[in-house]
């Protein structure tokens, strides 16, 4: 097996999108720039609401996905 190193140092993740608080059934919400609901993320935290999880966990899986959608990218740019 060959194994590759990336060094993960000289990533850089963008500032891209937000998590802001939303009335609807679902509190949290992650943002992109236009300011519309990231819809795949959105459909996560409904189905996670659903299942009775609290507000406050609500906020910090959408923090959570806010994280990893930004990392999405710049880990596909970085791919040996």
Not at 16 to 23: E, K, N, S, T, Y
Not at 60 to 77: H, K, N, Q, T
């Amino acid at each position: 097996m060959i194994e590759t190193t990336r060094d993960i140092r000289t990533i850089c993740l963008p500032r891209w999108g937000r998590v802001a608080a939303d009335p609807g059934v679902v509190p949290w919400l992650v943002l992109d720039e236009e300011g519309e609901a990231v819809r795949p993320i959105r459909r996560f935290l409904l189905d996670f609401v659903a299942w009775n999880n609290r507000t406050g966990s609500v906020r910090s899986y959408a923090f959570d996905l806010l994280r990893w959608w930004r990392w999405l990218p710049a880990s596909w740019a970085t791919s040996p």
